[in-house]
């Protein structure tokens, strides 16, 4: 059965750091274009970061230099590294796996539209 499972969400403040782990089960990350998106409540889902399937990274400009995507293909698990975190309200970060193996890359790979797999989500609050 295919899965993702994320975590490391929590409460942090503004300026620190977190990073969020997504476990993927039932397929392998290596041949897979990921993702991580973020939604705030009544605002569109936003692709904020991508990885292909080679590891090649791709970068929102609102989160370029303050993020970094990465993936273990031996412990199958793709990461966000997120620092000096801006203060805003609780937001809903979750990792996606696109629909079809192979390299989905620069903008394509944070596209909504690519991926049909999608974990649970883990929430991060950042507060002033």
């Known amino acids: 059965q295919v899965n993702l499972v994320e975590s490391g969400g929590g409460s942090v403040q503004a300026g620190g750091s977190l990073r969020l782990s997504c476990v993927a089960s039932?397929?392998?990350?290596?041949?897979?274009?990921m993702g991580w998106f973020r939604q705030s409540p009544g605002k569109e889902r936003e692709g904020m970061a991508g990885?292909?399937?080679?590891?090649?990274?791709s970068y929102a400009d609102s989160v370029r230099g303050r993020v970094t995507v990465s993936k273990d293909n031996a412990k199958n698990t793709l990461y966000l590294q997120m620092n000096n975190l801006e203060r805003e309200a609780t937001v809903m970060y979750s990792c996606?796996?696109?629909?079809?193996?192979?390299?989905?890359?620069?903008?394509?790979?944070?596209?909504?539209?690519?991926?049909?797999?999608w974990g649970q989500g883990t929430q991060v609050t950042v507060s002033s």
């Open positions: 996606a796996r696109a629909s079809y193996q192979g390299t989905y890359s620069g903008s394509r790979s944070r596209a909504a539209q690519i991926y049909n797999i």
């Open positions: 039932g397929f392998g990350t290596r041949d897979y274009t």
């Open positions: 990885v292909t399937n080679r590891g090649t990274t």
